[in-house]
């Protein structure tokens, strides 16, 4: 390297020494090195050192700055420019694969910090490598460099090389030298080549408008070339500027003709005019967005900045910590927890507000300081009040009004909330269970948040998810905290017995360690992810039935059954609840519509048999809904008329005035019509105006809520022989449900008579009916020794309704009944109706829902009852008016049903 430098500084000063030599001849303005050579003060040499540059032709009055990295060239370019003759001939390469390895050195250079100059790294080694038309350049300037030395080559005329010879891994060439000549083409003559030269010029001008960088390359342009004399040299060098192609230029520099040439370097410049053009107009427009966004970005920064001096942003870390620590006081926070809020406090404090770490820890202290921690509302002891409370909204329900007026005593005993079983109401649909818990919560002075779980598959809904997921929330219990703001609000999970078991988890051993009264001190949800004390809160449950609870929950429960209502009933709630509630919900009073009970029995009996009341409540509200639709269209039918007689009066007033003879008697004409207009408007009033109150009675209760769904109250007046009724139990309450046993084929062969059993049974049920056709068999042949009924006939069993799926054994004497009355052709008593499973041995067992059963069987007007006898001691612990005019009977075997069924007629 050093010698490399050594010879360098000593070949700069060769060129130094040259042009100083040249002096002012050459170019006044030009000093040092930069000085530039006038091409035709250059010898023609006849054979000159040959270098082959890649990238473009050097163009004649053009300078090159190539990188010359070849050793055995560097030292001949030494010894070119000490023996005072520095010039080449210089030529461009033809082949693509060698352009791309000198790319690949170039970028080598680049790292290493050197502008990627053409590379220079072999000598030529014959003339195909290259295009034969080329430069005569002289040295110009030599500066050394790492891995070279680097050149500025200057263009001075066209050559053609004619032979090469190659020695020492230098090549020569034998050269023809061109001058610079005229235009051959006679017929365009020099003002037509003047002409061009003034349009590169303006060409040249306009771009430089574009493209500032041009500046500099065009100054040196006007001070080195002789424009008006030598068009010629005007277009190599403006072509030379120009971002052309290798091959486009190459075509400049085989142009010997000069019209030809200019030709050429026109096209060259526009082209290049018109890329100028384009570029700047993408630059403005990036510009133009660029300075748009930066326009948004200041503005949104000021809008920042005036909404924290209002007062107006939230969002500021120390106005969120501060509103944080507000949440907190007047509150008492657990030691534990406090812990928590400070690690969060700081660690927000620490963040960046635009970091989706930041939302995170903000939401969780939301949550974690809008809990009520040691907040409650105070505890009403005070029982007649609680009393009052639970009688304004629901009749009845005796044993959940007594069970919280029990909670309420034992809790002013103990001076805090007892501890124990979680309530679970259940019941029909409709009978009031998510309706009272609001009323208890009043009733304890406590607040309410229910929420339902039917359905509900997803432990997150009670646990929480954990914080890490997106979106993440506390479960419903947490929520119900924070939205209460006391930690003893009543709770009603409604729906208990309709939780889904999903593949997230099983929802109700969630539920378990929040009901479990040894666990809940410490909830912990997933998200909060602190022990929350959940023993102060109130549970109540409700459910349909009890049977789809699962085993550890219900095991947690203390169960209150809520049967549906009968007659009586339905009528009392009727009259003392939901129609005064829909009246004021429908803006009216009793002196607009009224009830009369008579209509409300109508309801009940024919449109509303369900056990609940929620049907009626519907009926009820459709009333009320229709009379105050007939009340308004009535007055304003009323208005309507009113104005009309209005123009009708002012018309006449109008049109007698004119005929009157003088102005007196239209002034009193005037005066004494709106006496009688007065008159007209009262007497019309009395016409249209509706009687109130509406009537709503029996006659017109068809008005209202149209035909009654129910027509009869039995399906049979006396059942037919085969026909038995029978009472069942499910979710809905209780119902009556008729067992039909028909011969379907009668044959001598006994092997082919059996039992055919349809209408939705399931297993239980269809056993149950195996037992009874078996039981009923053995019964007819100890009555009637001769009667061979059953083996001679086949027998189609049906319950209907035949859609709804049904089971159970409660139906087994009422089946053995059926097919006993079938056997004997006896019809059974009228108004008899039996419930109770049967055994093999004709034994009777006890059965669910007594109430429900018996409440079904008054519906039906059914009398005389049949229950086993373990069921007595239920029957004996119903309300009077359930029991009222019922002859019920307790039976041990069948023997006794049959007795009752078939004999007795009493
Ligand atoms: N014993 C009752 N006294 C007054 N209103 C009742 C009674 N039982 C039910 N209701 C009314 O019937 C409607 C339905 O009751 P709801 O509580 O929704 O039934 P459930 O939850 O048992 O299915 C409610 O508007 C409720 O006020
Ligand atoms: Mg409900």
Redesign the pocket.
């Known amino acids: 390297v050093i010698l490399i430098r050594g010879f360098c500084s000593r070949a700069q000063r060769t060129v130094e020494a040259l042009a100083d030599g040249l002096g002012p001849e050459a170019n006044p303005n030009a000093s040092g090195a930069n000085e530039i050579l006038r091409p035709g003060d250059v010898p023609d040499f006849p054979v000159l050192t040959a270098v082959g540059v890649n990238r473009r032709p050097v163009i004649p009055g053009t300078i090159y700055p190539v990188v010359v990295t070849n050793r055995e060239l560097i030292e001949h370019v030494q010894s070119l420019v000490n023996s005072g003759s520095p010039y080449l001939g210089t030529f461009l390469r033809q082949s693509e694969v060698e352009v791309k390895e000198t790319d690949k050195g170039t970028k080598n250079q680049k790292q290493d910090g050197i502008p990627a100059f053409d590379t220079i790294d072999r000598g030529i080694m014959s003339l195909d490598e290259i295009y034969t038309i080329g430069t005569l350049t002289q040295i110009h300037n030599i500066f050394p460099i790492r891995g070279g030395i680097s050149l500025v080559l200057q263009g001075h005329r066209r050559l053609t090389a004619q032979s090469l010879v190659v020695s020492d891994g230098v090549s020569k060439v034998k050269v023809q030298h061109y001058r610079g000549k005229r235009s051959k083409k006679t017929g365009d003559g020099p003002d037509v080549l003047e002409a061009y030269a003034n349009e590169i010029l303006t060409t040249i001008k306009e771009i430089l408008k574009f493209n500032p960088l041009f500046k500099e390359q065009l100054d040196y342009l006007i001070a080195n070339v002789d424009v008006n004399l030598n068009p010629g040299r005007l277009a190599d060098t403006a072509s030379g500027l120009t971002g052309a192609t290798s091959t486009e230029l190459q075509e400049i520099l085989e142009a010997f003709d000069i019209q030809e040439r200019v030709n050429k370097a026109l096209y060259l410049l526009k082209k290049e005019l018109q890329a100028s053009k384009l570029q700047r107009e993408i630059s403005q427009k990036v510009e133009e967005k660029v300075n748009e966004n930066h326009r948004k970005f200041l503005l949104q920064e000021q809008l920042k900045n005036i909404k924290r001096e209002l007062g107006l942003e939230k969002d500021g870390k120390n106005v969120l910590s501060t509103k944080f620590k507000q949440q907190l006081d007047g509150k008492d926070v657990p030691e534990e927890v406090m812990k928590t809020i400070e690690e969060e406090l700081e660690r927000l404090s620490s963040l960046e507000e635009s970091s989706s770490e930041f939302s995170v820890t903000r939401n969780y202290l939301d949550w974690l300081t809008g809990l009520p921690w040691g907040l409650s509302s105070n505890e009403n002891f005070d029982i007649s009040r609680a009393q009052k409370i639970l009688d304004r909204?629901?009749?009845?329900?005796e044993d959940v009004k007594n069970r919280i007026l029990e909670f309420i005593a034992v809790g002013k005993l103990l001076g805090q909330v007892p501890q124990g079983k979680i309530v679970c109401?259940v019941?029909?649909?409709?009978?009031?269970?998510?309706?009272?818990?609001k009323s208890i919560a009043e009733a304890l002075n406590r607040e309410f948040f229910r929420f339902s779980v039917g359905g509900l598959s997803d432990v997150a809904e009670i646990k929480g998810h954990r914080r890490t997921y997106v979106g993440s929330m506390p479960g419903k219990l947490i929520q119900c905290l924070k939205k209460t703001q006391v930690s003893n609000p009543v709770v009603m999970i409604?729906e208990i017995d309709k939780m889904g078991t999903g593949y997230r988890g099983d929802p109700s051993s969630a539920l378990l360690e929040v009901l479990d009264p040894s666990q809940n001190a410490s909830f912990m949800d997933h998200y909060l992810d602190v022990p929350i004390d959940l023993s102060r809160v109130l549970f109540i449950c409700?459910a349909?039935m009890t049977d789809t609870i699962p085993g550890p929950l219900a095991d947690r429960m203390e169960f209150i059954p809520?049967s549906g209502?009968i007659m009586q009933?339905k009528v009392e709630?009727a009259k003392?609840?939901?129609s005064p509630?829909a009246l004021k919900e429908t803006g009216l009073t009793d002196k607009d519509v009224q009830l009369s009970e008579a209509s409300i029995e109508q309801l009940v009996r024919w449109y509303c048999r369900e056990a609940?009341?929620?049907n009626?409540?519907k009926h009820i509200n459709q009333i009320y809904r229709k009379a105050a639709l007939h009340l308004v269209q009535a007055s304003e039918q009323g208005d309507k008329s009113k104005d009309s007689k209005d123009v009708i009066s002012q018309t006449y007033n109008y049109v007698s005035s004119l005929f009157s003879p003088d102005g007196a008697e239209k002034i009193n004409s005037e005066t004494s019509v709106p006496e009688v207009k007065v008159e007209e408007k009262e007497e019309d009033k009395e016409e249209k105006k509706l009687k109130r109150p509406i009537m709503v009675t029996e006659e017109n209760l068809g008005d209202y809520v149209g035909k009654p769904i129910f027509t009869s109250d039995k399906l049979y007046d006396h059942t037919p022989v085969g026909v038995v009724m029978g009472l069942a139990f499910n979710q809905l309450g209780g119902a009556t449900l008729y067992i039909e046993a028909t011969v379907v084929d009668e044959h001598e062969d006994s092997s082919r008579s059996g039992l055919h059993t349809t209408g939705q049974l399931g297993d239980v049920m269809k056993e149950s009916a195996q037992i009874a056709y078996t039981v009923a068999k053995r019964t007819l042949r100890s009555h009637d020794r001769k009667n061979n009924f059953f083996s001679k006939n086949s027998i189609h069993m049906h319950v209907p309704e035949g859609a709804t799926p049904k089971d159970g054994p409660s139906a087994g004497i009422t089946m053995v009944t059926a097919l006993l009355s079938l056997a004997t052709g006896k019809q059974v008593r009228k108004d008899l109706a039996m419930t109770g499973e049967i055994t093999l041995t004709g034994r009777v067992l006890p059965i669910g829902g007594v109430r429900e059963k018996t409440i079904a069987a008054r519906r039906e007007l059914a009398t005389t009852l049949i229950f086993p006898k373990a069921n007595e001691k239920d029957f004996e612990e119903l309300p009077h008016l359930v029991k009222e005019g019922l002859k019920p009977h307790f039976v041990e075997n069948f023997e006794q049903v049959y007795k009752i069924a078939f004999e007795s007629e009493d």
């Not at 909204?393 to 329900?397: E, L, P």
């Not at 019941?427 to 818990?437: F, H, N």
Request: glycine share 18%.
């Open positions: 909204d629901h009749y009845g329900m109401l019941g029909p649909p409709g009978v009031g269970k998510t309706s009272i818990g409604d409700t349909n809520l209502y009933e709630i003392q609840y939901l509630a609940g009341v929620r009626l409540q």
